[in-house]
C-alpha cells in the first residue's frame, strides 16, 4: 500500500484541491491583513480599543468578504482557473459569459466587504470622527450601495434557477430565523433582561447569519 493510498479519497480529488488553494489565499489574505493591523495598532494609527464586539465582528466578515471578492476577481480573469473553479472535476475552460458571471460574482462581494468595513475603520481610526469624514465616508458607502445594487440584479437575472432558488431559500430562512432571535433579544431588553442591541449589532448578527444560512443551503443544494 502507497502512502499516498492510505490518505482519504476526498482530499485527492479537484474540489479538495481547489479548496485548499482558497484556503492558502485566503490564509495569506487574513495574516497579512493581520500583520498589517497590528502594525497600525502599535504605531497609533489604529485603536481597536474602543471597539465593540459588532465592530470585530463586522471586521471579520469584512475581510473575509474582500479576501473572498479580491480572489475570484483575480481567478477570473483566466477562463482556465475559471473554469477549474466553477468545476473542478472538469478539463473545460470557463467561457466569457461564465467568466464575467463570476467576476460579477467577486465584485459583489469585495463591494460588501468594503462597505461593511468603511464605518468600523473609520472609528478606529478617529472616535468620535468628525463630520466631514462622516459625510464624505457616508457618500462613498451610499455610492457603493447602488453599484452593488446593480450588479446583484444583474447577478440575479443572469442566474439560473437553482442559483435563484439557493439565494430565496437563504434570503428567507435569515429572515424567519433573524426575525424569532431578534424578537425574543428585543422583549427581554424591554423587560430589562438583556443589554440593549445597536443598528450595527443587529446587521452585524445579520451578516454572519447569511452568510452561515447560505453555505448551508449552497452545500445542501450541491453549490458548496
Not at 466553477?86 to 462581494?109: F, H
Amino acid at each position: 500500500m502507497t502512502i499516498a493510498s492510505k490518505f482519504p479519497k476526498f482530499l485527492t480529488t479537484p474540489k479538495a484541491r481547489v479548496a485548499a488553494v482558497l484556503g492558502l489565499g485566503g490564509g495569506v489574505v487574513g495574516f497579512s491583513s493581520g500583520m498589517l493591523i497590528g502594525k497600525l495598532e502599535k504605531g497609533g494609527a489604529l485603536s481597536l480599543e474602543t471597539l465593540g464586539w459588532s465592530d470585530v465582528l463586522s471586521g471579520v466578515i469584512a475581510l473575509m468578504l474582500i479576501a473572498t471578492g479580491l480572489m475570484v476577481l483575480t481567478v477570473s480573469f483566466s477562463r482556465k482557473a475559471s473554469g477549474r473553479l466553477l468545476d473542478p472535476a472538469s478539463q473545460r475552460d470557463a467561457t466569457s459569459a461564465q467568466a464575467s458571471y463570476y467576476r460579477q460574482q467577486g465584485l459583489v462581494a469585495l463591494l460588501a466587504g468594503l462597505m461593511l468595513a468603511a464605518p468600523v475603520l473609520v472609528l478606529a481610526v478617529n472616535d468620535p470622527p468628525p463630520f466631514e469624514l462622516s459625510a464624505a465616508v457616508m457618500t462613498g458607502i451610499v455610492a457603493l450601495f447602488l453599484l452593488q445594487t446593480v450588479v446583484n440584479l444583474t447577478l440575479w437575472f443572469r442566474s439560473d434557477e437553482m442559483v435563484r432558488r439557493v439565494i430565496s431559500e437563504t434570503g428567507s430562512a435569515t429572515f424567519w430565523i433573524l426575525q424569532g432571535a431578534l424578537f425574543l433579544w428585543a422583549a427581554g431588553e424591554k423587560l430589562g433582561l438583556l443589554p440593549p442591541l445597536s443598528l450595527w449589532d443587529a446587521v452585524s448578527l445579520m451578516m454572519a447569519g447569511y452568510l452561515l444560512i447560505s453555505a448551508i443551503v449552497a452545500g445542501r443544494r450541491g453549490l458548496g
